[in-house]
């Protein structure tokens, strides 16, 4: 599961914008913006979604969903829950 926040935040981290990312995923730049503008979780072709999500991995960000502990170690980024 990728939400959106999860996008941009993973963008920052790595400092690309939407166009670099778009190129190492393999995908086009309107995709990559119509993923950052959509509420919550990214909905979209399976097999484009986890070409973002490769590129991303493959980068060295580590998508954590609600609740899972990290894998590695490192800088993350991770929501709070609303309200807290």
Sequence with gaps: ??????????????????????????????????MEASEGTVRGVVDTLMKVVDALDAAGIELIGPGQPSRGEGRGVRLKEAGR
């Design 1 to 34: 599961m990728l939400t959106a926040a999860q996008l941009r935040a993973a963008r920052a981290l790595l400092g690309i914008d939407q166009r670099q990312l778009a190129a190492l995923a393999g995908v086009s730049l309107p995709t990559i913006q119509r």
